[in-house]
């Protein structure tokens, strides 16, 4: 099969890989979509040791089942294997579960091919009225929809609810599409790039601008770099929920003392549960995260050049969904 391999920094190369085969107790899928995360960008860049060269990336991924029982079967993958067994798992936590795997990490290689292997408990179904990019969406779309899950069920319940998210791509956008969806009305991105910013206007109906004003009773940081950790803790309203969701730097911009006074609930978040997903997924497919026709599509064969742009800030839509057939 052909793939987008990530062979060093700032290199991927499309090439022949060998076959996915899956074990007896997974399917294969044909990818038909896969979105570039941010966590690939980190990976590219070389920021991220969970991930080395040479690897497959890419991990937000729909498709089709090939061969077996379920052949023909069109799904989304949540691509965050459990072991269903530990403590975590059996309370629901399975993204916490301490022998987790996700798709694009050893031992796993990623979706940035045209075909992976998953285990059935893994996949849902996709309506057949629901196009495999929009369901592609899955994946971000449930972190972001566990993040906004928490940092709701955190915050007191005497508090408004006005929310400010740092970051406009696919996790910050996604970020206000869930809290929207959860009955938060007035919410701002912070978004400094003026494309970015101006599609988010013009292309997504939010409410957008180049910084991060204060007072804010929920706040998600989508992007995770010390000056957006450091926004995140001016902008927390005393009593308020930071809700920290990017991966960008690993320390630094935390004002500890403000969150220790005023009483600031600040909460670490990582991927999502299955029932996050499925949550996610239902809300994709009954159209309450809206029509979510804001992602590019370019052919998997133009991957690395959609990297180079990405990095570039070059692209003005929140996400790009690569496809391995087109």
């Not at 975590?88 to 990490?105: D, H, K, L, V």
């Amino acid at each position: 099969m052909r793939a987008l391999v990530y062979d060093g920094v700032e290199q991927l190369g499309y090439r022949d890989v060998p076959d996915a085969e899956p074990p007896q107790d997974e399917l294969l899928i044909r990818v038909e979509a896969v979105g570039i995360c941010g966590s690939d960008m980190h990976a590219y860049l070389g920021h991220d040791a969970r991930r080395p060269a040479p690897l497959i990336l890419g991990h937000e991924a729909a498709g089709i089942v090939t061969g077996g029982a379920k052949d023909g079967l069109r799904v989304t993958v949540n691509p965050l294997v459990t072991c269903m067994a530990c403590d975590a798992c059996r309370a629901g936590r399975e993204n916490i579960c301490e022998s987790r795997q996700i798709i694009s990490m050893p031992p796993r290689e990623g979706a940035f091919a045209q075909f992976i292997s998953m285990p059935e408990r893994n996949l849902v179904p996709v309506p057949d009225a629901v196009p495999l990019e929009k369901a592609a969406l899955a994946e971000p779309l449930a972190v972001s929809w566990h993040a906004a899950r928490l940092a709701i069920e955190a915050l007191h319940p005497s508090m408004d609810r006005k929310a400010l998210v740092i970051g406009g791509g696919a996790i910050g956008l996604a970020a206000a599409l869930a809290l929207r969806a959860m009955g938060v009305e007035d919410i701002t991105i912070a978004e400094p790039n003026p494309n970015r910013r101006a599609f988010l206007i013009e292309h997504c109906n939010q409410n957008a601008v180049e910084q991060a004003g204060e007072a804010y009773e929920v706040v998600v940081d989508a992007v995770g770099y010390v000056s957006t950790r450091a926004a995140a803790s001016a902008a927390a309203k005393a009593g308020g929920v930071i809700v920290h969701v990017g991966l960008g730097e690993d320390t630094g911009g935390l004002d500890v003392r403000r969150i220790t006074l005023q009483e600031i609930t600040f909460i670490g978040t990582y991927t999502y549960t299955a029932k996050d997903f499925r949550d996610t997924t239902a809300a994709i497919f009954d159209g309450r995260l809206g029509a979510l026709d804001w992602a590019e599509q370019r052919p998997l064969t133009e991957g690395f050049q959609a990297f180079k742009d990405l990095r570039a800030g070059a692209v003005s839509s929140p996400k790009i969904i690569l496809k391995p057939w087109a």
